[in-house]
C-alpha cells in the first residue's frame, strides 16, 4: 500500500508526494506536527498538514531570507528571529562571523526539539554561542524592544493558527521600533499567485508600508510551496536593498547553492501580475 502526503492548495489543486514513512507525529500545545521521509524530497516537516520544509529545496528558502538581507548591510550584528523552529535561518546565519548576537523567538519549543532530532540538517546551528531561543510569543517579545536589533527576520509559518499576528500592522509597527537606525526587516511573504495567498500577500505588504519609509518584495522559486512561486518583503528605515555593496559579500567567500548576487539584483523584478497586486495593495 502506497502512502501519500497531500496538502490542498486551494479547494481545486493540491499536491502530493509519496512518503516511504512516517518518522514522527504529535500534537503539540499549539499545533499537530510531523515528520515525514520520501524518495523524492528526503524528509520534510509539516504543521498542523502544512509544508514547512523538506530536506531537498530548504536551502533556496533560507538562503534568500538571510542573505539579501546580510548582503544588503554586511555591518549587521544583532539579530532578532521570529519563528523559524527549524533552525534552517539560524544556519544560514551563523556563517557569518561578524554576527554577535541571534535572538531566536519560537512559540512551540516542541517544534525545535523535534527538528534537533529529526531534522538536523536545518536544526544544526541552534547550539552555537551567539544564539539565545526564548520560547513565547513573538508579537509580545518585540512590543517593548527599542532600537535593539539591526536585523528582524520573521520565519514564520502561514498567516494562521498561531502566526496569525505576525502579520499585523501593529506587529510590523512593533518591529520598526525595535529597529536601529539602519534596521532592516525581512519577512516571508506568501506566494502571489493563487486567489487567497495573493490577499494574504496584499495585506501583508499593506500592512508593512504603514509602517516603513522602504517597503519593497523580491522572489524565489521553491518547488514544494504553493504555485513554486514564493515572495519575501524587505523593508527598512533607509537601506534600500538594490543599492547594496555586491563587492563586499562577494569578498567572503560564503558558498551558497542558490542565493548569489546577480539574483540579489535581479530577484526584486517583479512580473505585471504581481506588480498590479502590490499596486492594488496599496491603493487600499
Not at 146 to 173: C, K, Q, R
Request: a negative charge; charged letters at 25%; aromatic letters at 12%.
Amino acid at each position: 500500500m502506497e502512502l501519500w502526503f497531500s496538502e490542498m492548495h486551494t479547494p481545486d489543486v493540491k499536491m502530493s508526494i509519496r512518503v516511504e514513512r512516517q518518522i514522527h507525529t504529535e500534537q503539540s500545545e499549539f499545533q499537530r506536527i510531523d515528520v515525514f521521509e520520501s524518495n523524492e524530497f528526503g524528509r520534510f516537516l509539516t504543521l498542523d498538514g502544512y509544508m514547512m520544509l523538506t530536506e531537498k529545496d530548504e536551502f533556496i528558502y533560507h538562503e534568500m531570507i538571510t542573505h539579501v538581507p546580510m548582503a544588503s548591510n554586511p555591518d549587521i550584528k544583532t539579530i532578532l528571529v521570529i519563528g523559524a523552529g527549524d533552525g534552517g535561518t539560524v544556519r544560514e546565519l551563523t556563517r557569518y562571523d561578524g554576527i554577535e548576537r541571534i535572538d531566536m523567538v519560537e512559540i512551540d519549543e516542541r517544534v525545535v526539539e523535534v527538528c534537533k532530532e529529526h531534522l538536523p540538517q536545518t536544526a544544526c546551528k541552534l547550539n552555537d554561542p551567539r544564539v539565545k531561543i526564548y520560547y513565547e510569543d513573538g508579537l509580545r517579545f518585540v512590543r517593548n524592544k527599542e532600537n535593539v536589533y539591526d536585523l528582524i527576520i520573521v520565519d514564520s509559518a502561514d498567516p494562521y493558527g498561531p502566526s496569525e499576528g505576525l502579520f499585523t500592522s501593529e506587529f510590523y509597527g512593533n518591529c520598526f521600533g525595535a529597529l536601529k537606525e539602519k534596521g532592516i526587516l525581512v519577512n516571508q511573504h506568501e506566494s502571489p499567485y493563487y486567489f487567497e495567498d495573493a490577499k494574504a500577500m496584499q495585506r501583508t505588504h499593506r500592512c508593512i508600508r504603514e509602517n516603513f519609509p522602504v517597503g519593497t518584495i523580491y522572489q524565489a522559486h521553491i518547488p514544494t510551496y504553493p504555485s513554486g512561486h514564493w515572495l519575501f518583503g524587505f523593508a527598512s528605515k533607509g537601506i534600500s536593498p538594490l543599492d547594496a555593496d555586491l563587492g563586499r559579500w562577494n569578498g567572503l567567500g560564503l558558498s551558497t547553492a542558490y542565493y548569489n548576487t546577480e539574483i540579489h539584483e535581479g530577484c526584486f523584478a517583479m512580473p505585471n501580475y504581481v506588480k498590479e497586486l502590490l499596486r492594488d495593495a496599496i491603493r487600499k
